[in-house]
C-alpha cells in the first residue's frame, strides 16, 4: 500500500513509498522475463490511458504493464478523442467516471490537468506527465535502473544535461534523487536553465566537462526540436559540442559511471550514436524497467481494495 | 495480536527423519530422480524444497532442479490482505514435461497451493504436479491434499502452526501457538 492515492507529483511519494515501489518492480521484471507474462492480480479492473498528448513509448509501457496484470486497458489519445470535439476536461473526467474506471493515467499539455482530474473522479490518478511539471513514474524507472546498476542510491551523483527549464522528467528526477539521498548536479547553458535553479536545491552548473569526472551517472535530456518559439541556442551543432555526450566525454567520466537518457534520442545532438548503443549506456535497460515500475504503481495503488469477485 | 507457544511437536530431529522419510518416498513414487524437480513456495518451502533436494542428491548421486516460488501475485485475498512483501520467483529449469513436486511447510486451508499451481501453470505445463508438506493441520476450504506428509498435527481454527528453521529463526522446529490471554482456555 503506498500513503497517497495519486500519483501525480513525485513528492505525493514518501522515501518508504518510493522504496516499496522498486522492490516491488523487482519481482515484476522476473514475471517479464518468462514465457508467460501474465499474473492475475488486477483481474477485472479498469485501466485508463488518457493521453492527450503524443506518446508511444509512455503509452505502450502503461498499457502492457495494465495487461500484464489481467487489468482492463482502455486508450483514448488525443486526435481520437471528444476534446477534438472541444469536450472540457472535466467532462471527460465526468464521462470517465461514470464508467467506473479504477485508475486513470493522464498526460496533458498542461501542468495541473492531473489534478483537475483527482478533484473531480473518484479513481486513482497517474500522472503520465503534465506540461512542463513533472513525469513520476519516469524518475520512478530511472531510479530503479540506477538502483540495479549500482545496488544503492545513496551518495550517487547525477548529472541532468539539457533543457531543465522544460522538462517534466527533470521535475520530478531531481526532487527524486534527493529523497533518496543521492545528489542531483543540474547541467546545462543559462538559456535552458529555470529563472531560480537554485529552488531545485541542486548544484548548478553551465559547464559538463568540469563535473565529468566526479560523476557516476550523465542523464541526457532531449533537446525538444519540436518547440514552436525557436532554439535558446545558436545551433545543434554548438549545443551538441558544448553540452552533448561522445567517446571524448564519456572517457573523461569513471570507468564505472553510465549514461542514460529518457528518450526518445536525437542522436548525435544531445548524445552521439557511439554512447548510445554502448555498454555503458542504460537505455534500454530504463525501457525494460518502465514496464515493471509501472505495474508496481498499479499494483500498489489497486491491490488493496475490493474488486468484487475473489479470483 | 500475541501468540506464545503452547506445544512443540516436532524438534530438529524429527524434521530431519520426516524429510529423509519424504526424500525416499518421492523416489519410490516417481522410480528415481530423472524426471523430477522441486519447486518450493517462500519463504520456508524454498528452505524445506532445499533440504529434500540435498537428500534426494545423496540418495541418488546426482542432483535435482530446484526452484523457488513467490505466490503473493496469485492469492485469492488481495482485496482484504495486500502483502507488500513480496519475493522473486524463480524457475532455473524448464517446467514442460517434469514431474514437478511443489513443497510447503504447512498445508492448512490449501489456497496457497491452489495460487501456487495457478502461478507454476504460467511457466509451462508440467507432466504432474505432486505436493509434499512437512505438517497436515486440517481444516481444509478447497479439494486440495498432500501426495508426502511428514506429520499430520490435529489443530484449532484459532491457533497457529509455525514451522522454524535454524537459517532465519535460529532453531529447527514445529511449533503450535495460541492466542496469549488464552490461558485456562483448551
Known amino acids: ?311 | 495480536m500475541n501468540y506464545r507457544t503452547k506445544a512443540t511437536v516436532m524438534d530438529g530431529d524429527a524434521i530431519n527423519r520426516a524429510v529423509t522419510r519424504i526424500a525416499h518416498e518421492i523416489l519410490e513414487a516417481n522410480r528415481g530422480a530423472g524426471n523430477i524437480a522441486l519447486v518450493g513456495v517462500v519463504t520456508r518451502g524454498a528452505a524445506l524444497a532445499e533440504m529434500l533436494a540435498e537428500k534426494i542428491a545423496h540418495i541418488e548421486g546426482k542432483p535435482v532442479p530446484v526452484g523457488t516460488l513467490d505466490i503473493s501475485f496469485y492469492r485469492d485475498d488481495l482485496a482484504t490482505r495486500l502483502n507488500p512483501e513480496v519475493h522473486r520467483s524463480d524457475i532455473p529449469f524448464d517446467v514442460e514435461g517434469r514431474d514437478l513436486i511443489l513443497v510447503d511447510d504447512v498445508l492448512y486451508t490449501g489456497r496457497t497451493i491452489r495460487s501456487a499451481m495457478d502461478a507454476i501453470m504460467d511457466y509451462g505445463r508440467p507432466c504432474s504436479v505432486q505436493l509434499a508438506v512437512l505438517v497436515d493441520r486440517g481444516h481444509r476450504e478447497l479439494p486440495i491434499r498432500a501426495d508426502y506428509v511428514g506429520k499430520n498435527v490435529p489443530s484449532a481454527r484459532r491457533e497457529r502452526v509455525k514451522v522454524y528453521f535454524a537459517p532465519m529463526d535460529g532453531r529447527d522446529s514445529v511449533e503450535i501457538l495460541e492466542l496469549e490471554d488464552q490461558e485456562g482456555a483448551n
Open chain 1, 1 to 311: 500500500m503506498l500513503s497517497t492515492r495519486h500519483v501525480i507529483d513525485i513528492e505525493d511519494l514518501s522515501t518508504d513509498d518510493i522504496r516499496l515501489i522498486l522492490d516491488t518492480a523487482e519481482s515484476f521484471k522476473e514475471v517479464n522475463e518468462r514465457r508467460i507474462k501474465k499474473l492475475p492480480t488486477l483481474r477485472g479492473r479498469t485501466v485508463v490511458n488518457l493521453f492527450l498528448e503524443p506518446s508511444t513509448r509512455t503509452r505502450t509501457s502503461f498499457e502492457l504493464a495494465a495487461k500484464r496484470l489481467s487489468a482492463d486497458g482502455i486508450n483514448f489519445t488525443a486526435s481520437a478523442s471528444a476534446t477534438v470535439k472541444g469536450e472540457s476536461l472535466a467532462d471527460t473526467a465526468a464521462t470517465l467516471s461514470a464508467m467506473a474506471c479504477d485508475l486513470v493515467i493522464i498526460r496533458h499539455k498542461y501542468a495541473g490537468a492531473p489534478r483537475i482530474l483527482a478533484e473531480k473522479m473518484d479513481a486513482h490518478i497517474v500522472n503520465g506527465g503534465d506540461g512542463m511539471h513533472q513525469h513520476p513514474t519516469q524518475a520512478l524507472l530511472d531510479l530503479f535502473s540506477m538502483r540495479e546498476r549500482f545496488g544503492t542510491l545513496e551518495g550517487l551523483k547525477v548529472g541532468i544535461v539539457g533543457d531543465i527549464a522544460h522538462s517534466r522528467v527533470a521535475g520530478s528526477l531531481i526532487p527524486a534523487l534527493r529523497m533518496m539521498g543521492a545528489e542531483p548536479i543540474i547541467i546545462g547553458p543559462p538559456t535552458l536553465m529555470p529563472a531560480s535553479p537554485e529552488v531545485h536545491g541542486a548544484r548548478v552548473t553551465s559547464s559538463i566537462d568540469e563535473v565529468l569526472p566526479e560523476l557516476d551517472v550523465a542523464y541526457m535530456l532531449r533537446i525538444q526540436m519540436e518547440r514552436a518559439e525557436g532554439m535558446p541556442f545558436p545551433s545543434l551543432r554548438e549545443y551538441s559540442r558544448l553540452f552533448g555526450m561522445n567517446k571524448r566525454r564519456l572517457d573523461a567520466m569513471p570507468p564505472k559511471s553510465i549514461v542514460m537518457h529518457p528518450g526518445p534520442m536525437n542522436r548525435g545532438v544531445e548524445i552521439s550514436a557511439e554512447v548510445a548503443d554502448s555498454d555503458r549506456s542504460l537505455v534500454l535497460d530504463q525501457v525494460n524497467a518502465g514496464v515493471a515500475v509501472r505495474m508496481a504503481v498499479m499494483y500498489l495503488l489497486l491491490g488493496g481494495e475490493s474488486s468484487g469477485v475473489a479470483s
